[in-house]
């Protein structure tokens, strides 16, 4: 059981280049989330879903984009990179409750 | 406008003591409350949760409290141990809203001195 898992854990890129951040869960989790955190700002939701096939916008959704095709998979795409997505970013799972489960991060760098 | 406040952004306490951090909301709508724990290089793990229908709860040597008039609770570590030093997020919510509503604060960085 790896619970929540994140690919890559580091990226460097280059103004304007694109990516994309996978997070899977093997927890049967209805619920999946991607947040960034950044220095005094705490954890800020990106984007969730609340269910295979369906996504919605969180607090800070502006040049993301993301993707739930599977029930355990979780996309966030970023189609052009700025300087201000330099930031951590946190993929999380959880049943029908509050207490998230996280994953370990990806330090994203935009040059 | 931050709704949810943890407005030490670092805490030092000796080992064997009590370490007490602290989170303030501002949404009168929030009634489900957790912490989190986070060491560096890693995820946050949920550590405690309150719900509004009670003042506290315990585990272990973790204890939460929660003050609705005032809008403010805290978590209470005893004794404090090494293995404590971390960041710790304050996290609010309305228990019956959608995923998006749960809130957190900037987090508090505990290091534990010998």
């Known amino acids: 059981n790896a619970g929540v898992t994140q690919t890559p854990k580091f990226r460097v890129l280059k103004t304007g280049q694109s990516m994309t951040l996978l997070c899977a869960q093997d927890?049967?989790?209805?619920?999946m989330y991607w947040y960034r955190q950044d220095p005094g700002m705490g954890l800020r939701l990106i984007h969730y879903?609340?269910?295979?096939?369906?996504?919605a916008k969180g607090e800070v959704p502006d040049g993301y984009n993301v993707s739930r095709l599977k029930k355990q998979n979780f996309l966030l795409g970023l189609e052009s990179a700025a300087p201000s997505q330099t930031s951590v970013y946190f993929c999380?799972?959880?049943?029908?409750?509050?207490?998230?489960?996280f994953g370990p991060g990806t330090r994203l760098t935009v040059t | 406008d931050q709704q949810v406040k943890q407005n030490s952004p670092s805490l030092s306490v000796q080992e064997g003591r009590i370490s007490i951090l602290n989170c303030d909301y501002t949404?009168?709508?929030?009634?489900?409350f957790l912490w989190y724990k986070k060491y560096p290089a890693e995820g946050p793990t949920f550590l405690i949760s309150?719900?509004?229908?009670?003042d506290k709860n315990e585990d272990g040597r973790f204890t939460v409290f929660l003050n609705k008039s005032a809008k403010h609770l805290s978590l209470h570590i005893v004794p404090s141990q090494p293995g404590d030093s971390a960041v710790y997020f304050c996290?609010?919510?309305?228990?019956?809203?959608?995923?998006?509503?749960?809130?957190f604060g900037s987090g508090t960085r505990l290091s534990i001195r010998p």
């Open positions: 999380a799972s959880s049943p029908l409750t509050y207490e998230q489960y």
């Open positions: 927890m049967n989790h209805e619920y």
């Open positions: 879903s609340v269910g295979e096939g369906t996504t």
């Open positions: 949404n009168s709508m929030f009634d489900y």
């Open positions: 309150i719900s509004s229908i009670k």
């Open positions: 996290a609010a919510s309305e228990q019956y809203s959608s995923a998006s509503k749960i809130i």
